[in-house]
């Protein structure tokens, strides 16, 4: 699991070996790759940014380019173990399907976030009443890809709402971690396990 | 300038009559080939490159009609994305052209050329023919097939119809199904070749005239949807040929006339023109979801290989969408597929051009 972002880290170590899986928003394939050497998983992936796509080939793996919003709805029922949605979700255009998605067409999905009730995005907005820039919320309000800002306390209650099961989570605070007590205070980022 | 007929060609005549969509059947058929790099000792790499409308065998190597390096010689090779010194690359001549493999110039059964009398063939056809040359190679799996355009094209119905024999299928700037925009293109090609009064209904051999002046046309029109805009006016934008002023005449004044015209005359001296006919027309008939029972999900439904789709963002003439429906065919029936619209100026000519991340792609495809 070396090298892998502790978020990746953790999702990989609780992916069933041999499963196969469908990682949305892979990036440059990094926790595919883990899942196919290390797990023995059938992985594909899909990412909206081709140079990271051609990263991907080239390393040798299954990605298409395409639109977690758009794209998703040509998968068939049950099509895999697990979906995977990693620092994704508040880029999509509407959560809401995405995840409804996620979960037709895998078994179980894996959903991770950044958590914008951390205190350090309390307090950016409550003393300096800026938009925050945070570790994990780089970029500024006006260019950056994170349209939709979730809570941890957002999510668990859209769970409850639309009748979702969390079978687990975990929250990180500083790459390490933390209690699930105050974590929509304390984590500056979540990973569900859901079911339907 | 030699003709195919003049130059000697590697190839193997096949021993059944080859039984074609439009219920006719060929026979003789000859397949002209090439192949590069060894065949190891359990043929398991095997890569089948199959070539667009206007391409020939020669895909790595000198063209002895034109005496120009292969057409794909940039990817093929030793080094290379397609690797010579790991895959037995073959490249065959599609029947129905003009390189060697049986086509409306070779001679039927009463020793005159078949002309207008060559069956209409079909994209399912060409592969059909090819599955029977690897046959005769003693070829039963491919690593690989590899095609780009009408190759391209080939490459997914090998894929849907031999499912047992491709373990890749890489498919770049094509399409399952030939749109209506694509077709119309192809039919102004088909009518500046059949109103070229030497054209004879196609019975041109041996007149000592062919109707060149349409072939000419039609390429002309089919090179402009090769290219794109932004190439065209980053290579010749409005510059004057040879001269300095407009000369209120219909000569070549500018630069693209010249070129177009040049591109159409020295097409002339290598391709036969009732092969332009019989090749755009199968392409025109491609309609790969029309063949499985209108749905394109179906083509794939007992794919066991792996799908690589490249698309690029500058080609007009088989856009990014069309590769989108297949990828979302594939997904559908859960296939591991590949895909990236890759950003390149040439137009759809990128495939054959330098564009070093389709080299990435490929290469890393290949060996998955």
């Known amino acids: 699991m070396s090298g892998l972002r502790p978020d990746l880290a953790l999702i990989a170590a609780n992916v069933a070996p041999g499963s196969r899986v469908l990682d949305i928003g892979c990036g440059d394939g990094t926790l595919m790759a883990a899942l196919r050497d290390d797990h023995g998983c059938r992985v594909q992936g899909m990412e909206i940014d081709p140079a990271n796509v051609t990263e991907c080939v080239a390393k040798g793996l299954s990605v298409i380019q395409g639109d977690a919003d758009k794209d998703l709805a040509f998968y068939p029922d049950g099509a895999f173990d697990y979906a995977i949605l990693s620092q994704t979700l508040q880029t999509t255009m509407r959560p809401d399907h995405v995840l409804e998605e996620l979960l037709r067409i895998g078994a179980r999905a894996f959903v991770s976030f950044p958590n914008?009730?951390?205190?350090?995005?309390?307090?950016?907005?409550?003393?300096?009443?800026?938009?925050?820039?945070?570790?994990?919320?780089?970029?500024?309000?006006?260019?950056?890809?994170?349209?939709?800002?979730?809570?941890?306390?957002?999510?668990?209650?859209?769970?409850?709402?639309?009748?979702?099961?969390?079978?687990?989570?975990w929250f990180l605070s500083g790459d390490k971690q933390c209690s699930r007590s105050a974590a929509n205070f304390r984590a500056e980022h979540a990973i569900f396990l859901l079911k339907r | 300038m030699a003709s195919a007929a003049q130059i000697a060609t590697r190839s193997i005549v096949l021993p059944e009559p080859l039984s074609l969509d439009s219920g006719q059947s060929l026979a003789p058929v000859t397949i002209a080939y090439e192949t590069y790099g060894k065949l190891a000792a359990d043929k398991g790499n095997a890569v089948l490159v199959c070539h667009a409308t206007t391409g020939d065998q020669y895909v790595a190597s000198n063209n002895p009609v034109t005496g120009k390096p292969g057409w794909w010689d940039r990817m093929v090779g030793s080094g290379k994305p397609i690797d010579t010194d790991r895959f037995h690359v073959i490249c065959a001549n599609v029947i129905g052209g003009c390189m060697g493999s049986t086509g409306p110039a070779s001679l039927a059964e009463d020793g005159e050329p078949y002309g207008m009398r060559f069956p209409v063939i079909t994209i399912r056809d060409m592969v059909r023919a090819q599955v029977a040359l690897l046959g005769e190679l003693g070829i039963e799996r491919l690593h690989a097939v590899v095609g780009g355009s009408m190759g391209g094209m080939q490459a997914l119905s090998l894929g849907a119809d031999w499912p047992e024999i491709p373990e890749r299928v890489l498919i770049i700037a094509a399409t399952g199904t030939m749109p209506a925009q694509n077709i119309a293109f192809q039919e102004v090609g088909r009518q500046a070749i059949t109103a070229d009064p030497n054209w004879q209904d196609g019975a041109y051999y041996g007149t000592g005239k062919a109707p060149d002046a349409g072939l000419a046309v039609a390429r002309m029109a089919a090179h402009i949807t090769y290219l794109s805009e932004e190439s065209l006016t980053e290579k010749f934008g409005r510059r004057l040929q040879d001269r300095k002023a407009k000369s209120f005449g219909f000569d070549a004044d500018f630069q693209v006339e010249s070129y177009l015209r040049y591109q159409g005359s020295s097409f002339t001296s290598r391709f036969d023109a009732n092969s332009y006919l019989y090749l755009t027309r199968a392409m025109s008939y491609f309609d790969l979801a029309e063949e499985h029972g209108g749905l394109l999900a179906n083509a794939f439904a007992k794919s066991k290989a792996r799908y690589c789709i490249v698309s690029f963002d500058s080609d007009w003439l088989y856009p990014t969408e069309l590769s989108r429906e297949l990828v979302h065919a594939l997904n559908a029936v859960g296939?591991?597929?590949?895909?990236?619209?890759?950003?390149?100026?040439?137009?759809?000519?990128?495939?054959?051009?330098?564009?070093?991340?389709?080299?990435?792609?490929?290469?890393?495809?290949?060996s998955q």
């Open chain 1, 116 to 169: 914008f009730a951390h205190w350090r995005v309390r307090l950016s907005l409550l003393w300096g009443g800026r938009m925050p820039v945070t570790r994990l919320l780089p970029v500024a309000w006006y260019e950056t890809p994170n349209i939709h800002h979730v809570t941890i306390a957002d999510f668990r209650a859209f769970l409850s709402e639309r009748g979702i099961t969390r079978e687990q989570s």
């Open chain 2, 335 to 366: 296939a591991p597929v590949s895909f990236v619209e890759l950003s390149a100026p040439f137009g759809h000519d990128s495939f054959l051009l330098d564009v070093p991340a389709l080299d990435e792609v490929v290469t890393g495809f290949l």
